[in-house]
């Protein structure tokens, strides 16, 4: 089955700098990659997502980048705020995203004032 | 649009003792989808609905979890008995067939 390892696990950042987090997959088959944002007690929110056919996308402070030959894909925040502070989860699925994600352990994202 | 719906929200049971989660899916999403998540841990698929039938049910420890999806709507998923290890939040999905996976707002049980 898929396996995504996610790295790093905690990542502290000065505000306005950017950050970046990095996943890799092991199923080729994979062609779905959301990322998500859970914030302390509450539920995973879907921030940006990309499929196999696409590179990179972008959605104002944040980009996703993807490497199908290197199976590897990272987030990338730019100009970092306080409400940015949060645990962030890669995942992976194939079938477009029709089946169940696998998730990364998470990274925990602190926002230094 | 109504999210996702689940209950209750916490749960605290004694080992070997019997549970049960209930969710309600967004409107018109065939596809429902219990995870697990353990404290510190990214959820883990414990099994997949397409409308009433399963899809996939390979991470589901089927000794004590059982899951069903009744009329294709909601769905109720069930330990018996509990462990000690199955303390986590329980996490309830839906999506289109294709599309984003909404999230409700989870089960955090605890087993004593």
């Known amino acids: 089955g898929e396996n995504v390892e996610q790295h790093p696990s905690t990542l502290s950042v000065q505000e306005g700098d950017s950050a970046v987090i990095k996943c890799t997959y092991s199923?080729?088959?994979?062609?779905?990659f959301p990322w998500y944002k859970q914030e302390l007690g509450k539920r995973p929110q879907l921030i940006i997502d990309?499929?196999?056919?696409?590179g990179e996308k972008k959605d104002q402070r944040i980009a996703v980048t993807l490497n199908k030959t290197a199976k590897h894909f990272s987030l990338h925040i730019t100009e970092t705020q306080p409400e940015d502070s949060a645990v962030y989860f890669c995942?992976?699925?194939?079938?477009?995203?029709?089946?169940?994600?696998?998730f990364g352990k998470g990274t925990h994202l602190i926002i230094q004032p | 649009e109504a999210g996702v719906a689940q209950s209750p929200r916490y749960k605290i049971i004694e080992k070997r003792q019997s549970v049960a989660f209930w969710c309600n899916p967004i409107?018109?999403?065939?596809?429902l989808y219990w995870y697990q998540q353990i404290l510190g841990q990214g959820p883990k698929l414990l099994i997949q609905?397409?409308?009433?039938?399963?899809?996939?049910d390979s991470q589901l420890p089927k000794d004590r979890f059982s899951a069903e999806r009744l009329k294709g709507v909601d769905s109720t998923l069930k330990i018996q008995p509990a462990k000690l290890e199955d303390s986590a939040v329980y996490l309830c999905?839906?999506?289109?067939?294709?599309?984003?996976?909404?999230f409700g707002p989870g089960t955090r049980l605890t087993v004593l």
């Open positions: 999905a839906s999506s289109r067939y294709t599309d984003t996976q909404y």
């Open positions: 199923d080729s088959a994979s062609n779905y």
């Open positions: 990309i499929r196999s056919n696409v």
């Open positions: 995942a992976a699925s194939n079938r477009g995203g029709a089946d169940g994600l696998t």
């Open positions: 409107s018109g999403h065939a596809t």
């Open positions: 609905f397409q409308n009433n039938g399963v899809v996939d």
